[in-house]
């Protein structure tokens, strides 16, 4: 089962139906294209590229979830924490917000960074759980893999090159300051 915990301690079980994907279908837009998102074209390519785009990760998690947010989501609660806080004052737009919005607005306030990453793996994992094909699912399991050690490979190689660029400036400031600004470097 693909499932993530958000934030709030809240568990989430993504699960991928036919009703789903055409609910994501009609409601998910890629920013850059317009175009509506389609599940079933990652199944079909084994792209799973789209869901980096945090746009697109946070709206189809949230209509893959839609009923089950709907059982744990209690609007009067929601409405009178907002009336309570002042929130409306300050964002009075939102008090005309539809239902749906205000149950994205709940949704996201269980993601963060991390959450987030769990999500995206959550999604991916229910992806390839929706697969029919047996060869299918074995070939998306082992994008996955291969995207997953990319990613990785990739940041070691950022973080190293970030810390060589910091070490060589760490050499060259106290020249840089006595140069600049005529300071004495700072000693501990």
């Known amino acids: 089962m693909a499932f993530f915990q958000d934030a709030n301690g809240r568990e989430w079980n993504l699960r991928i139906t036919v009703k789903a994907v055409q609910d994501v279908r009609e409601h998910v837009q890629n920013p850059e294209t317009g175009e509506y998102f389609d599940l079933y074209e990652i199944v079909e390519t084994g792209n799973f590229k789209p869901l980096k785009k945090l ?11 839609y009923d089950e947010i709907i059982q744990e989501f209690d609007f009067q609660e929601f ?3 907002r009336e309570k806080t002042g929130f409306y004052e300050s964002f009075p ?31 991916s994992e229910a992806i390839v759980n929706f697969t029919v094909s047996r060869t299918q ?9 291969s995207e997953k050690e990319l990613e990785t490979e990739a940041m070691k190689l950022g973080l190293e090159k970030f810390r060589e660029r910091t070490a060589r400036i760490r050499e060259k400031m106290p020249e840089i300051l006595e140069e600049n600004f005529q300071l004495e470097p700072y000693e501990n």
Do not use: C, H, P, S
Not at 55 to 65: C, P
Not at 93 to 122: H, I, P, S, Y
Not at 137 to 145: D, H, R, S, Y
């Open 55 to 65: 746009d697109i990760l946070v709206k189809t998690a949230f209509w893959l979830l």
């Open 79 to 81: 409405e009178n924490a």
């Open 137 to 145: 699912k074995e070939a998306l399991k082992e994008i996955l893999a």
């Open 93 to 123: 737009e939102k008090k005309n917000q539809t239902r749906t919005q205000k149950m994205f607005d709940w949704f996201q306030t269980g993601l963060t960074g991390e959450v987030l990453e769990e999500m995206a793996d959550a999604l």
